[in-house]
């Protein structure tokens, strides 16, 4: 099981570019969520998604961001514009229902410049 | 609102069993309280949780207190690899959200 994999791990952009950050789960999981980390806010769930169908979007900071979940195994989030406020790290993680540990991935570390 | 305390910090000799407080004096009856871990760079990971009874795995063992107001991790030897940012986190059953507090940064000392 290779776990929850993101892509790419490490992001650098310029301000207004468009940015996506992809996420594969773990295989059989039927939720996923995407979190940031920032040094001043700590984690904050970004969204929440059962069985591929978005049920908490409430932490997506502005329409700039979105995210989707085309099947079961594979989600992108996207900022655009991008801005540098929004650099931080985005981890997406995955769970088989909500009882169980959530599995998180490594990853994606974006600078907006 | 936080619903977790847990001290901003503490050390732990490598080999020794490193005892992790946490206090949640609100807890409901059917609130879980979970534990995760992040070393750095690293993505959050699993370790343990509980609603009522003890529970151990091959992480680590959880200790909850009779009236549930506080728990405790118990890390049976603690190693270097051990070094990591420790949440604890009280959530119902049915709630998928996970609010990570500020944790309690474990140094683990040769």
């Known amino acids: 099981d290779a776990g929850v994999i993101q892509s790419p791990r490490h992001e650098v952009t310029e301000m207004g570019q468009e940015v996506t950050l992809r996420c594969k789960p773990i295989?059989?999981?039927?939720?996923l969520f995407w979190y940031r980390q920032t040094m001043m806010r700590g984690l904050e769930l970004l969204i929440y998604f059962n069985n591929n169908v978005p049920i908490d979007d409430s932490g997506m900071p502005e329409d700039r961001f979105s995210a989707k979940m085309p099947n079961a195994s594979f989600s992108t989030l996207k900022i655009q514009p991008s801005e540098p406020r929004d650099s931080a790290v985005y981890f997406c993680?995955?769970?088989?229902?909500?009882?169980?540990?959530?599995?998180f991935g490594s990853g994606t570390r974006l600078t907006v410049v | 609102d936080a619903k977790t305390t847990q001290p901003p910090s503490m050390d732990c000799a490598e080999g020794r069993a490193a005892n992790l407080p946490c206090n949640h004096s609100t807890i409901s009856g059917n609130e879980y309280v979970y534990w995760y871990r992040q070393i750095h760079s690293q993505g959050p990971q699993y370790i343990i949780h509980g609603l009522k009874n003890n529970e151990t795995n091959e992480m680590a063992s959880l200790i909850i207190t009779e009236d549930r107001k506080s728990s405790t991790l118990i890390l049976p030897h603690a190693t270097l690899r051990d070094t990591a940012v420790y949440y604890c986190?009280?959530?119902?059953?049915?709630?998928?959200?996970?609010?990570f507090g500020a944790g309690t940064t474990v140094t683990v000392r040769a």
């Open positions: 986190i009280v959530r119902l059953l049915n709630d998928y959200k996970l609010s």
């Open positions: 993680a995955s769970s088989w229902g909500r009882v169980s540990g959530y599995t």
């Open positions: 295989s059989g999981h039927n939720s």
